[in-house]
C-alpha cells in the first residue's frame, strides 16, 4: 500500500528509462486505484503490469471487491494471489487463496501464487508441510492443466521487511521441493513454471539467489520502490 500519482509516475518513468536491452521480463503490480496509471504509462513497453488482489466472484453485491473483469479492463496481466500480507491480516485462507487463483486463470489472468512460512513454521520443521499444504490447495483446485499457466512465489515470512534473507541454498531448497510438487501434478509443464523468490531480495543478492536452478526471478517489495534498485534486480536476471 504505497505510492501517489506523484511518485509513480518518477518510478515507473525511472524504470522505463533503464530498461531497455535488459533482456529480463518484468512486470509492477500495484494498488488498484493506479491501474489506469499504468496502462498510461507503460502501454507499449515491456513492462507489464497487474494488481495485488483479486475477488473471487465475477461480479455482484460485494461492495469494495474488485473483480478480474476490472482488472483486464485497464489491462492487467498479472494479479497477486496469497500474498503473505493478506494471510495474515485479512485471514485469508489456502481455500480462499485457491478461489482467487481459478477466478484469475478464468478471466486469462495469470496468477502469482504466494507460499511461505512464517520463522515459527520454519524453526518447527514445518516448511514443506505448509508451503505443500498452501500449493496442494491450489493445484487441486485449478487442475493440471492450468500448472503452465500459473506463476508461484515463496515468500518466507520471516524474510519479509526483516532485513533478513534466505541464503541461496536455503530458498533453492525449497523451489526445488515446490518444482517436484509440479512435476507431481503435472511433468511436462512443471520445468517451465516460473518460481519466484519474495524474500528481501535487492541488487546485492538477486544474482546469487537467481542463479540457484528453481529460481527464476523475484518478488519484489521494498527494493521495487527505488527505480534503480528495481533495475539492479532486473539486470541481475
Known sequence: MNGSRAANAQLLQGILAGLDDTGAASAVCVPAP????????????????????????PCGAFT?????????????????????????????????????????????????????????????????DVVGAQLDAVLEMVGADAVPKLVLAYEPVWAIGTGKTATPAMAQE???????????????AAENVQILYGGSMKPENAGDLMAQPDIDGGLIGGAALKSSDFLGIIRAA
Not at 39 to 57: F, H, K, N, R, Y
Not at 77 to 103: C, D, F, P, Q, T
Not at 178 to 188: I, P, Y
Request: with cysteine; proline share 1%.
Open 174 to 188: 525449497v523451489h526445488a521441493f515446490l518444482r517436484e510438487k509440479l512435476r507431481n501434478c503435472n511433468a511436462e
Open 64 to 128: 469494495g471487491e474488485v473483480c478480474s473483469s476490472m482488472l483486464q479492463d485497464f489491462g492487467c496481466r498479472y494479479v497477486i494471489v496469497g500474498h503473505s500480507e493478506r494471510r495474515a491480516y485479512h485471514g485469508e485462507s489456502n481455500a480462499l487463496v485457491a478461489s482467487k487463483a481459478k477466478a484469475a486463470l478464468d478471466a486469462g489472468l495469470t496468477p502469482i501464487v504466494c507460499v511461505g512460512e512464517t520463522l515459527d513454521q520454519r524453526e518447527a520443521g514445518a516448511t514443506q
Open 34 to 57: 493506479y491501474l489506469f496509471q499504468c496502462e498510461q504509462l507503460l502501454a507499449g513497453s515491456s513492462m507489464a503490469w497487474g494488481a495485488q488482489d483479486v475477488a473471487t466472484e
